[in-house]
Structure formats: structure tokens, C-alpha cells
């Protein structure tokens, strides 16, 4: 029996995610697994790092600019997975390859200023409050298109997909196809969507990115 390894534990994910996308008449490589290391200690990243990951989320600017400043290896890519705040858009795209996490027009402003200073541009997704959640950030389904529309004609940005995070206690899947029929609408090819608990159905409904930690990492302490 193979040892509970990180290599072990990414390899076995990895072939889920293979298996998902089999299923769905899609490809593995069609599926990007973002291993989720937010409040991760740094021997888990780093023994993630030795088994060969090198795209991870992270939902806090400073925490990631802390773990990451010394751990920029080649082929790395870091994408912010959290809620930003305007304030802290110049670090955030000093930073981070992709911000997944646009939900409103002061940050896609901030953004856009940042952008167009610092001369680099990372990849922008929207996020979508599928389940209309308050305490969850993100564009209501209604107003997703309008907003879309916006980022990119009014502001400029790069926006090439969509994020949500389905209700917890709401099957996922009608969250996961809403979101795929918003981005078919809007020309959008990425998608991220599940975690997990649910990558595979996500996996299913066209994820292109999944976000996965404590089956990856293991439980936070």
C-alpha cells in the first residue's frame, strides 16, 4: 500500500481529475488543478512544490506575498482566490498571475490603473454569486452580463472566465451549469469551479480550473 505521500496524494487527485474528464468526453488536460494553499503550512507547500504543483490559489494578498516572495520558481502561477479589496490591488497584480475574484467596478477600476502602471497583466475571471448569497461576494447571475461587458469595454481588463462558489448546503451542479451558461453567453472560456467536495461534478459541467485543498493538503491544523 502507497504511503499517504504529498506526490502520492497529488497523483491520486490528479488521476480523479482524469477520470472526470473522461467521463465528460473532455481531456485531463483540459482541467487544471490549483492546489489550495491558503493557511497551508510551509512544509506542505513545499513538499507540494518537490512533487511537481505549480499552480496555487491563495486568498490573502499578504499571506501569499510572505510564502511566496523566496518560492518564485520557474513555471510557477499564483492566482487569487479570495475576496480583494481596491487598496490592495497594486499588490495583488505585482503578485499574482490571475486574480479570479473581480466582483465590482472600484476594483476593476483599481485594477485597470494597475495594470496599465505596472505593465503587467494578469489573467481576470468574474466572479459570480450564483446562490445570491449576502455575505458572499461576487456579481448576481442577473447583473453578470452587464458587468462583463463593462470590465472589458469600459475598463480594458482581460477578462477570460468565471469563479463561483456554489451554497454549501445547495447541490452544486445547478450552480456549476448556471455559471457555464453565462460564460457560453459572454464568449468566456474559463472556468472555475469546484473544490474538493465537488470537482468532479464540476469536472462535468466544463470546469477549467479546480480548487482544491484539504483533499490535497490534508485538514488545516
Keep these: 500500500m502507497l504511503m499517504d505521500t504529498p506526490a502520492n496524494e497529488r497523483a491520486a487527485i490528479l488521476a480523479r481529475i482524469a477520470a472526470a474528464a473522461q467521463a465528460a468526453g473532455r481531456v485531463a488536460d483540459d482541467v487544471t488543478l490549483v492546489a489550495v494553499s491558503k493557511l497551508q503550512p510551509d512544509d506542505r507547500v513545499d513538499a507540494m512544490l518537490a512533487a511537481g504543483q505549480r499552480v496555487f490559489g491563495e486568498n ?53 490603473d494597475e495594470i496599465q502602471k505596472q505593465g503587467r497583466s494578469p489573467q481576470i475571471l468574474v466572479q459570480v454569486n450564483t446562490g445570491e448569497e449576502p455575505q458572499k461576494a461576487g456579481v448576481i447571475p442577473a447583473e453578470a452580463d452587464a458587468f462583463i461587458r463593462a470590465a472589458r469595454t469600459e475598463y480594458g481588463l482581460p477578462v477570460v472566465g ?60
Excluded: Y
Design 60 to 112: 490573502r494578498v499578504q499571506e501569499a506575498q510572505v510564502r511566496w516572495r523566496q518560492r518564485r520558481i520557474t513555471g510557477l502561477e499564483l492566482r487569487l482566490i479570495g475576496p480583494l479589496q481596491s487598496n490592495k490591488a497594486a499588490d495583488a497584480v505585482a503578485l499574482f498571475d490571475a486574480v479570479d475574484t473581480l466582483d465590482r467596478p472600484k476594483l476593476a477600476a483599481a485594477l485597470a
Design 162 to 221: 468565471l469563479m463561483c462558489i456554489p451554497p454549501a448546503d445547495e447541490e452544486p451542479a445547478m450552480h456549476f451549469a448556471l455559471l457555464a451558461k453565462i460564460a457560453r453567453r459572454n464568449g468566456l472560456t474559463h472556468l472555475s469551479m469546484g473544490m474538493s467536495e465537488d470537482f468532479e461534478t464540476a469536472i462535468r459541467f466544463g470546469a477549467t480550473q479546480v480548487r482544491i485543498g484539504s483533499a490535497l493538503f490534508g485538514a488545516r491544523a
